[in-house]
């Protein structure tokens, strides 16, 4: 589903931001990507999602051999991976109806098609009720939610979330983290940037870490997947 095999990252000015990284993430796999501030982890997810091409060596997601797609593909290539940002990225004179909306608006879905699912992405992260108000209304925890059911309404089988829950308190953070578990369990695949050490140490799922732009740590032991999900 998502394959790097020795990549590196070199921005303008000789910044080494990613070097020589190689993992793959299975279909249907939940995973967090963790390291320090300027370890690289949106360099990585920004690669995957093609806002950034790497510099050096391979990268494979759904199938698609990324440096083979043509510029004028990558909206076709960017409809399978959902992205989710930390700082929500909403449209603050758009209702959470449009918001959620936009992504089929350029896909050009017809108006039944587009309620139909925006209703369903809604009432997925238990907003259903607040369609009609506008971002300032609704609570941190709550345009996080937007921003996730903009992400999923389309049905990509990839989701991105870049620290999704750097501006919640714990336990809105693992409200956010349940979401991604219920996309999960129906098949999505999700990687999850993060910093936030006390979140992931109560998780059970794969922790791939990145330090300086390598990739330190990929979360396997002994060969087996760790994967599970919130420890009680």
Not at 14 to 38: D, I, W
Not at 114 to 139: D, F, G, N, Q, W
Not at 180 to 192: D, M, P, Q, R
Not at 223 to 229: S, V, W
Request: with cysteine; proline share 4%.
């Amino acid at each position: 589903m998502i394959n790097f095999s020795n990549v590196n990252k070199t921005y303008p000015g000789g910044y080494l931001a990613l070097k020589q990284v190689s993992f793959s993430l299975a279909a249907g796999e939940m995973a967090f990507l963790t390291g320090h501030s300027g370890a690289g982890k949106s360099t990585l997810l920004k690669l995957i999602s093609m806002m950034e091409k790497p510099s050096s060596g391979s990268i494979c997601v759904n199938h698609n051999e990324l440096a083979d797609i043509k510029y004028q593909q990558i909206p076709y290539v960017r409809r399978g991976i959902g992205m989710i940002f930390q700082n929500h990225n909403l449209l603050k004179d758009r209702t959470i109806f449009d918001n959620v909306a936009l992504p089929l608006i350029i896909e050009g879905v017809s108006h039944k098609e587009i309620r139909k699912r925006v209703s369903t992405a809604l009432e997925k992260v238990h907003l259903s009720a607040k369609l009609r108000c506008y971002p300032h209304m609704l609570s941190g925890g709550e345009q996080q939610r937007v921003g996730i059911a903009r992400a999923i309404v389309n049905k990509p089988p990839i989701l991105l979330a870049d620290e999704p829950t750097g501006n919640l308190d714990p336990k809105l953070s693992l409200d956010i983290i349940r979401l991604f578990e219920e996309f999960n369990a129906a098949g999505v695949t999700v990687l999850i940037a993060t910093h936030d050490l006390g979140l992931i140490a109560r998780m059970k799922y794969r922790t791939l870490t990145l330090k300086e732009g390598t990739m330190i740590n990929d979360g396997i032991v002994d060969g087996l997947q760790a994967k599970g999900g919130i420890d009680e």
